[in-house]
């Protein structure tokens, strides 16, 4: 139901500790399948709406919505930067429109968040959903940190359905405040978001099919096995000690050969 591992070794300090970020894992145990509901088409698998996102034969244009609590919105650089990285990849004829929302996840779950209090944020602050020929996206910015992290991981986003992903915001916050060098949060947010929604395009190989053969077995799966492109697992670690928007990475040409051919740009 989400998203690969995404474990990073890097040799950055904080607070004296060799930290690993990554994103959310499949693996995790005890995630509660969503009860079917009017709501349903927006509560399948992951990777299972990845044709209806990249292409315009289902749906024509995609209304985004960001859901966060007081202070934890990102920054306007990655909302502009997500909205110009979907444009180029979707095929939306009618346009990408990003609604805002302003939670209060504490009155349903208590951080640190498993993937199953993560569902039920969902499932009581969602306000956007799939609508006539306009597909759904929510996107939940964390004002806690995921429970999976442990000793020097962190877990920075998870795509745990087919138009659903948490990112948390918290654990960026955490690495820009208590940083001994600089930290550009749009960098990692940016990173962050761009490889969850490849999981949601259904890369790699998770709802679209492959063209060639560069999916990352056995060790990675559903991650591309060529370094530097966004789904190869290590990827955010190119961003790091940089303040260069041009450093986040985006998809190599076979992934992007396999979008394509799934109806993407």
């Not at 209090?117 to 004002?143: C, K, L, P, Y």
Request: glycine share 6%; proline share 5%.
């Amino acid at each position: 139901m989400n998203s690969k591992l995404f474990r990073l070794p890097i040799t950055y300090i904080m607070m004296v500790l060799l930290i690993a970020v990554g994103c959310g894992s499949d693996d995790e145990s005890g995630t509660t399948e969503p009860e079917v509901s009017n709501n349903a088409a927006n509560q399948l698998p992951l990777g299972a709406s990845a044709n209806e996102l990249l292409s315009a034969t289902s749906f024509t244009s995609l209304r985004l919505e960001l859901s966060y609590p007081e202070g934890f919105r990102p920054t306007q650089m990655t909302i502009d930067l997500i909205e110009s990285f979907l444009a180029a990849r979707l095929d939306k004829p009618d346009g990408i429109t990003i609604v805002e929302t302003v939670i209060d996840p504490s009155q349903t779950a208590t951080a640190p968040y498993d993937i199953n209090e993560i569902v039920a944020i969902e499932d009581a602050h969602r306000t956007v959903f799939n609508n006539g020929d306009e597909i759904g996206v929510w996107m939940f910015f964390s004002d806690g940190v995921s429970e999976s992290n442990s000793g020097n991981s962190v877990v920075l986003g998870t795509a745990y359905r087919n138009t659903s992903m948490v990112i948390y915001e918290k654990t960026f916050i955490d690495l820009a405040n208590n940083s001994t060098t600089p930290i550009n949060r749009t960098l990692l947010e940016t990173s962050t978001l761009r490889h969850e929604f490849g999981h949601i395009f259904g890369l790699v190989n998770s709802g679209t099919p492959l063209t060639s053969d560069h999916e990352d077995l056995p060790e990675n799966p559903r991650h591309c096995n060529v370094d530097g492109c966004l789904m190869f697992f290590q990827t955010v670690t190119s961003i790091f000690n940089t303040s260069d928007i041009g450093s986040i990475p985006d998809f190599d040409p076979l992934c992007i050969a396999d979008l394509q051919a799934n109806g993407g740009l």
